[in-house]
């Protein structure tokens, strides 16, 4: 009976996705990438090969899977499927070289799930974060097939720790093995009796120290800069440029800016333009040589890890939506990071450690964020210790491997 509603819920989801898919592009994307997915399966991958398969949910995700995935690439007799749900994902996915296969997930229907399972055999599937399907867990285990979650974090509030939630608790006793990102989670897990937990950490914290070790300069960003104090605006929402937009247009100084669109559709960055007319110029657009203007858009993705590092203070986008981007890429390089406030922030186990070590300043409006930018560019000490901050919390990926080892 329950395999019945969770079938039903699972409709009205894609129901819900295809209505929106008029009005929305990442949805529609969504959609179309789900037609190819059973053809690209039968035209790339033999039903007899070694396969690992990770799925993330977003980019987000991605870039807490690429530790792993860099793992399982040394293991030369399995190839790499990496299956994904947003749009968000699929770029970066086909970008990366260590991946051998990459598709939409379908959607979480027993029909769908039995013609995944007919086509392909993993040997593992690794879940990151978050994408808890009860049909492809359930099927996996039915199939002997281990399933890991790596890097995921409960809170009580979460449906699981609920009496309505009993049959994704359910799906959660068919998971092998947890790899949790800190002690409350394991706690929580175990007051369900789920006990094959272990705490290792964040993977996100062993990403950004890569970058970090393995930047490449970008000279096109250090001519636009050219010594001058910079702040970098990193994957904004609207939300945040209407909060921002005043007093960066009141800085007088010769401050440049760097803004990096979590959209990079040609309408938002046609809003960021209209938002500071005159004053902008595309990264598509820059020459080599310097330019007046003030304010850098970034129209592409996959640079703005590496950008922080111009910078001399970075304000993170998504705050104010209760929906905060990576933080840690920017603290890496030991400057102090800026967001909006808002409590589901705290969700993220790093904010309230980036925040008592004086690394993390949330704001609430735009004179905020004026008085704690000028702060920080007049006393270079404010918001130091980001980077040691994050090598004393990596290495989930070494206890990952050790782990990993037992399933292959």
């Keep these: 009976m329950i395999s019945i509603f969770y079938d039903l819920f699972i409709r009205i989801l894609n129901l819900l996705l ?35 398969w990770v799925h993330v949910s977003s980019v987000g995700e991605f870039e807490q899977a690429k530790p792993i995935i860099d793992l399982i690439h040394k293991i030369k007799s399995h190839k790499i ?15 990366y070289k260590k991946i051998n296969y990459n598709f939409y997930l379908l959607s979480d229907k027993r029909s769908n799930t039995k013609k995944l399972f007919k086509l392909l055999k993993p040997t593992l599937i690794i879940i990151i974060k978050y994408e808890f399907w009860i049909n492809l867990i359930n099927t996996a285990k039915n199939k002997s097939i281990p399933v890991i979650s790596v890097s995921s974090v409960f809170r009580p509030r979460q449906i699981y720790f609920y009496n309505i939630g009993f049959f994704l608790r359910n799906a959660l006793q068919n998971i092998n ?8 989670s394991k706690i929580l897990l175990n007051k369900i009796n789920i006990n094959n937990v272990k705490v290792i950490g964040d993977t996100r914290f062993d990403r950004v120290l890569d970058i970090y070790n393995n930047f490449k300069k970008i000279n096109s960003i250090e001519n636009f800069i050219n010594n001058k104090n ?64 003030r304010i850098l858009i970034i129209d592409n993705l996959g640079m703005l890890s590496s950008i922080y590092r111009y910078c ?15 933080t840690l890429e920017a603290a890496v390089w030991d400057i102090p990071v800026i ?5 589901n922030n705290k969700k993220f186990i790093e904010i309230q450690k980036l925040e008592n070590s004086n690394i993390g300043f949330p704001i609430r409006n735009g004179n905020e964020f004026k008085l704690i930018k000028n702060r920080i560019l007049k006393n270079r000490d404010v918001g130091k210790g980001g980077n040691s901050f994050i090598l004393k919390n990596s290495g989930a990926t070494e206890k990952i491997n050790k782990l990993l080892s037992k399933y292959l």
């Excluded at 967001?339 to 409590?343: A, D, I, V």
Aim: hydrophobic share 35%.
């Design 81 to 95: 499927l990496v299956t994904y749900f947003s749009s968000s994902a699929e770029n970066e996915v086909k970008k």
């Design 339 to 343: 967001y909006g406030f808002n409590k």
């Design 312 to 326: 001399k203070l970075a304000y993170i986008g998504g705050g104010f939506r209760g929906a905060l981007h990576n």
């Design 177 to 184: 093995l947890f790899l949790v990102q800190d002690e409350k």
């Design 230 to 293: 910079t702040v970098v605006i990193g994957s904004s929402w609207r939300s945040d440029i209407k909060i921002l937009k005043k007093e960066i247009g009141r800085d007088l100084t010769d401050t440049k800016y760097i803004i990096a669109p979590h959209n990079i559709e040609s309408n938002e960055i046609e809003f960021l333009e209209n938002n500071f007319i005159n004053d902008t110029i595309r990264f598509s657009e820059l020459p080599q040589k310097n330019v007046r203007k």
């Design 18 to 52: 295809f209505i929106s898919s008029f009005i929305n592009k990442k949805n529609k994307k969504i959609l179309d990438g789900r037609k190819n997915t059973l053809k690209y399966i039968k035209k790339y991958i033999r039903s007899d090969e070694k396969l690992i």
